[in-house]
Each structure stands twice: as structure tokens, then as C-alpha cells.
């Protein structure tokens, strides 16, 4: 798996397009990044807080009921619900906790969309001493509100951004704001593979525990690598951890499942790969749903984590290449597999994860017993109880 | 264009005055009364906002304005008409735009259309050096302005880099952060950023981001050759349009304006 080039582009995309008062702050960034990547006390400490902090390695699970009425194929979970705080964000957090010490930063600054990154950097916050300001959408901080609670517990202020769409893409601008005011002693916790370079590439390095593990855990207990892999993308970093374990095997089929949200047809859904068009977001060059004119749209999906206009620039890069494909599974689709899967497994799937969740039952139905389907169940489903 | 400007008032022994104002906000008209206004009183350049949904550079008054400019359907296009109407009767023309706008317009044919709409130069906030070969190239070959920022957080080696690349003027931005008139500029680090400056280039230096009272004029002094004055001139004419704004604003330049003589 590659990294990108110098200047931050995975092919023609990624890139740093933020204001010139950032630019010392990533340079500085990734400076540290490079120097902690190359010492093996930093990965040490990181793999141990891995272990007893958030509990990995995460177990693969193998479905029995949910997807047998169509096919006879393995379905296999891995299971980032096991986390400690219920998602694969802590993964990323902890990692860029842990950098953030290492350069002397002595507070943490990050954007939620479900809540779940919000979560994680305060409770790695919590635990390390470090101050953390979270900042949510308004309408984000509705719909998950057991989350934003979480968060408080932990320590952390929660702010409100009443801006724009009051969403994960106004929570990230304003995240950038407050940070090119405190750019010398704060450290910004982006909480996907988004964002300017270097954190695209620092995101998904972080989140490759996921498909390291999983790819060992497959070989291991059934002697063969999966078929195929899926994963829900919002910003793209779930999936970006567990493809990067498989992206250097060519014959693992790589699937990325956005949210088709009322259908990708009309303008209430969140998939920008699939429905997008190639422009500038928050710092890097990527697919987007946008006007004609280039305003960056409203989106729509029914999990607050998926609710994003964009995409990281790795997946727009997969995409033109050829190595993943991108498909949706709506809003209807996602509530259905969140309720079959919770009967039929006794395991709650997050929302994000049910879009994966459903598209691997319409997968089997094509795939035999010789093949072996592995999806990343990236969180779990709590915060979303009573929504749908 | 540009350069007649800084000449002309380094000649009178003056700061150059940029306004800058959101187009669109509320409406064009408004937009056109302000700009005419503005000129009259004196301002040097006039820098003007096109409205984006996502300005990761800007404080909470130059968002909203975006956001009430979006409202009345106001993008790249309507600025470029603006300008070409206002070209005769209205200071030099500066953009201020974020790229994706540009980028979806496609870089060449903004760069084309700007120049036939008499338009001198573009700032693009969100393209910092690295990213600026192509757009700078492109406004370049129709003879506009590129002007680049320099921030406080900017290493002095960069600086020196970014000045030699800039075009029309160099940005200074005034402190760490966004747009926005709530904190004044930080003029410690400001002075010893535009001293050194002083000693790389002879392009003109521009000061902004936080400067809104005459008070924040005179301190930014002589070692700059134009101060930039946006948020609290927006904030000047909220609620209230055409005429009624043009009045707002001749009120509120002209002690910035009285201010800007350096002895
Ligand atoms: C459980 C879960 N899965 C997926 C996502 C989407 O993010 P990403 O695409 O970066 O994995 C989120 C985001 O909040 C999440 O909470």
C-alpha cells in the first residue's frame, strides 16, 4: 500500500488547500508523524494502549442466521462494536493522542458527526490529562444525544455549531477555525481520513490495526483470505483500516457502501463518490456533492456519521483506479438490516455499519461456500436506539 | 491597476484603503450602491467577497454574509457581471474567493472572464503557496494579480518565498485565526512581521484580519502600505440595503479613512 507523494496526493487527489496560517501547523504535524512512524517506542506505546485501553485485538465473529436464508457463504464480522466506546474511532484516537503528547501539545481540539470521534478524543483525552473541545452540529447534537452525555462524562465541552447545515461538514469547518486561532499549543484530532495532508495518510495508518488484525484473523481460523471485503464509508476512515490490510491483494474484491439516504437519484443522500463530482473540501481534493457552481450541498443519510458531502482523497483515488468499488444502500435498507441483524446475530450494529451490514446479505446472495465475505462492523448500535 | 493604487497613495503619504464586501449581501443592488460609495469616499481597492458555503478563513460576520449572499443566489458568475458593470465608476477590483467556486468554473476561464470583467487580481484564500503554480500561471497569462498571504504561524524563511511569489500585494494577515472584527490585530508580532517583509520585498504589504477602527489604523503604522477592513464593514450596513447602506457606509469609512495619513 502506498503512501502519497510529497506534496500530499494519492494520484490527483489530497493535497493541502487551507489558509497559509495552517500551513506551519502541518508542516510541524508531519514532521512529528514522520519521526514517530519511524520509532518503534511510539508504535510500543500505541499497540499497548491498543490492548488495555481499548481492547484489541477485536475478535472476527461468523454470522449464523443472518444471511443463511440466502446464501451458504461465511459471513464474517469484524467486530470494532467491541471497542472500548463502541467504534473503531478510538483506534485513530488514541494514535493521534499519543502524538499530540509527543509535540508538547497541551490541548485536543476535534468534529463529530455521530458522536462516536467525539467520544473516543475525550476519553483518550481523559485519560492522558489533555483538555478536549469537541465541536457538533446542532442538529447532530439532536439526534445523538446519549453521545454528547458520554462526552460531558468524560470531560469534555461540547459546542454547538449552529452554522451552515449544522452538521459533521459545518462542526469540520468550524473545528478549522478555532484551530487557526490556537494553532501553537492545540492539537486538531480530525476523526476520518479527510481533511489536509498529512491526514488522510495518518488517519488510515492509525486505522490499519483493523485490517492487519483481520487479515491474520481470516488466514488463521479459515485458511484462506475473504473474497471479498465491506465497509460503510463516511468519511472513509472504517473502510480505509480494514482495506489497507487487503489493498496488496489484488484478488480481495474491496467494497465501499455510502449512504443512498432516500435515494441516490434525487439530492436527499450523502453518497459523493458514487453521486459526486471532483472539487476542494476541508483541505484536500476528493469527490464532493456540490451545485454547479461549486457550493457544497446539504446532504442527507439517517446515520449521523455518514451525513458528509465529501470523502477522503485515498477513496476518490480507489475509485479512478479501479482497486475498490463503490456502491449505496439507502436509508430504508439500512433501518431493515439494524433490525434483522440485532434478531438474528443478538449483536446492535451502528447505523453506519448497517449500510455495510446490508450490503453484504445482497452480496451473498451471489457468493458460494468457496468464497468468504468479511465486513467491518464498525460500531455499535446503542447510540442509535429509539431513531429508527 | 494595482500598482497605480499603492503609488498614489504612498505619494500622499498615506496608507492605501481596501474595504472589502461580500457580494450579494443581501442583494446585489446593495452590493452595487456600497461598492460606488466606497469609491467615492476613497478607497484604493476594493476587494470583493464571493459567497462560498464552506469559508474555513472567516470569522462568523463574513460566513453569515456568505450565507445571506447565497440566499439571494449569488455566485462567481453574478460577481464577475458586477464588476463588469461597476468597472468605470469604481475603484480597482480585487477577488476574494475560495477555490472550489474557481475550480468548478474551470481555472483558464475564470482567469479570462475575470480580465474581460476589468477585474485586477484574485486571492484565494485556501490556495497557500504549495498549491498556487497553476492558478497563478492562469491569472498571470491575462495580466491579473495574485496576491498571497503570510499569517503569523509563517516561518520567515516561507515568508520570504511567498512575498517573491505573490503578485499586485502581499497579504499580511494581522494574528493567528479567522476574519472578524471581536480581536484586534496583534501588533508586536505584526511590526517585527512587516519589518522583515520590509526587507525581502518592495511589493506592497497589505495588513488585514482584525483591523476595524482607526485606532487599529494608526497602529498598523508605517511599515504597511494598506490596511484591509472587511467584518466591520459588513457588520456597518447589516440590515439595511441600497441606499440606505451606501449612507451606513460613508458614515463608517470615514474616520477609518481621516485615520490613514502616516506622518
Ligand atoms: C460506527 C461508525 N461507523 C462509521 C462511521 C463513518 O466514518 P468513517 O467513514 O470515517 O469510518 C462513523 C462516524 O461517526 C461511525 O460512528
Redesign the interface.
Known sequence: MRAPDS?GYFGDFG???????????LDELERAMTAAFADPAFWAEYHATLRDFVGRPSPIYRCERYAADVSSVPLVMKREDTNHTGAHKINNTVGQALLALRMGKRRLLAETGAGQHGVATAAVGAKLGLPVDVYMGARDIERQALNVDVMQLLGAQVHAVT??TQTL??AT?EA??VW?????DTFYVIGSVVGAHPYPFMVREFQKIIGIEARRQTLERYGRLPSDVIACVGGGSNAMGIFAGFVDDREVKLWGVEAGGKGVDGDEHAASLLAGSI?????SRSYLL?S?????RETHSISAGLDYPGVGPEHAFFKESGRATYVNITDAQAVEAFHGFARCEGILPALESAHAIAFARELAAQRGADDLILVNLSGRGDKDIGRC | MLDGAFVRARREKRLAFIPYVMVGDPDLETTEAVLLALSDAGADVIELGV??????????TI??AG?RA?RSAT???EVLALAWRCRERCAPIVLFTY???????GVERFAREAAAAGIAGAIV???????SVELRAALQAQGLAMP????????QQ?AVR?ADAATGFVYV?SR???TGAGYAPDFAPLHRQLASLREVTNKPLAVGFGVSRPQDVRNVGLLADAIVVGSALIDSYAGTRAQAAAARVRDFVAPLIAALPVS
Open positions: 506534496r493535497g493541502r488547500y487551507v489558509p497559509e496560517v495552517l500551513i506551519a501547523a452554522s451552515g461538514k459545518d469547518n478549522f477555525r487557526a486561532g490556537r494553532v501553537e472539487g476542494v473540501l476541508h483541505g456540490q454547479a457552481e461549486g457550493q457544497v | 459567497p462560498y458555503s464552506d469559508p474555513l478563513a472567516d470569522g462568523p460566513a453569515a450565507q447565497l455566485h462567481l458568475r477555490y472550489n467556486p474557481v475550480y468548478q468554473f484564500p485556501d490556495v497557500a503557496l504549495d498549491e498571497l498571504l503570510v499569517a503569523p504561524s509563517t516561518p516561507r511567498i494577515v493567528l485565526g479567522v
